[in-house]
């Protein structure tokens, strides 16, 4: 009887030490970073009460910064927070899986990630294949060149007689809009925004097209580059999930509705976007 008695003193204690650890954790602030640590953490160093939640997986492609990229081994970015924040609402665990940003539609439609989170942009093509959340954030199509390019605003691309070769990432909005206004045979499609920008940088294309923020970045990183003032397109970034998957996408759009009036959002956004 002593025996279990002091088994059972035990557990209470290990009980009541896991409350007080949950309880100092999850101040309002700290929320995002812990869920995204968390959802950055692999399953054999995760806390036991996480192991058991279920895992809800997201598809992105992490080349995409301050939306999703790699620090280190770890994907992090507003996307990657956000989703873990809404993870968390749901009581489940995040789970990222990286891909080709062309690849996020099919993994979404199989089922093998549960829902695509990219800096997408939604469409009406991308409508006719999956469903998409309300959107959580915008976007701006931006235009990147060399500091000595010919090319000063976004009319120079389509002034009589102009030929630009322009390099964009396969499949987003700036291929997109890029192959219906200067052909196919003057863009290059290219894995990821880095890639487009070294092919500028190497003389293989004129311009790159790609978001204003991950343009931003891009920028910062390689020497001899401008963003031109001209925005080209104006967009709205969604969540995506399989065609009719209605019970997930209420979840997701009830969880960015409340994280949006808690300030989550904007204080994730805060933290990348300064
Ligand atoms: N907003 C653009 C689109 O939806 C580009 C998104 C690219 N995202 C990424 N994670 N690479 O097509």
Do not use: H, W
């Not at 990286?98 to 009406?124: C, K, P, Q, R, Y």
């Not at 309300?134 to 235009?143: D, F, L």
């Not at 045979?185 to 003389?203: C, D, I, K, R």
């Amino acid at each position: 009887m002593k025996k279990f008695f002091a088994v059972f003193m035990a557990l209470v204690l290990a009980l009541s030490c896991m409350v007080i650890f949950t309880a100092c954790g999850d101040t309002t602030d700290e929320k995002a970073t812990d869920a995204a640590t968390d959802a950055a953490t692999d399953a054999g160093t995760t806390a036991p009460d996480e192991a058991n939640k279920p895992v809800l997986k997201m598809g992105t492609n992490a080349y995409f910064q301050p939306y999703e990229f790699y620090e280190g081994e770890k994907i992090v970015g507003i996307d990657a927070e956000i989703a873990a924040a809404i993870a968390e609402e749901l009581g489940m665990t995040l789970e990222i899986v990286d891909m080709e940003f062309d690849s996020i539609l099919t993994a979404v439609n199989e089922g093998s990630v549960d829902f695509g989170m990219a800096g997408m942009t939604i469409t009406d093509e991308r409508l006719l294949e999956v469903d998409f959340s309300i959107s959580y954030a915008n976007g701006v199509q931006s235009i990147i060149v060399k500091n000595d390019s010919p090319i000063t605003c976004a009319d120079d691309l389509y002034a009589e007689g102009a030929s630009y070769k322009v390099g964009v990432q396969l499949g987003t909005t700036g291929d997109i809009y890029a192959t219906d206004d200067f052909g196919k045979e003057n863009v290059t499609t290219y894995s990821n925004g880095n890639e487009a920008v070294l092919a500028l940088l190497g003389g293989s294309v004129d311009c790159v097209i790609i978001d204003n923020e991950p343009a931003k970045a891009l920028v910062a990183a390689n020497e001899g580059l401008k963003i031109l003032d001209t925005a080209y397109a104006n967009e709205d970034y969604a969540i995506c999930v399989k065609k009719g998957n209605t019970d997930l996408l209420t979840k997701i759009n009830t969880a960015i509705k409340d994280l949006t009036k808690d300030g989550t959002i904007a204080a994730i956004v805060a933290k990348y976007i300064k």
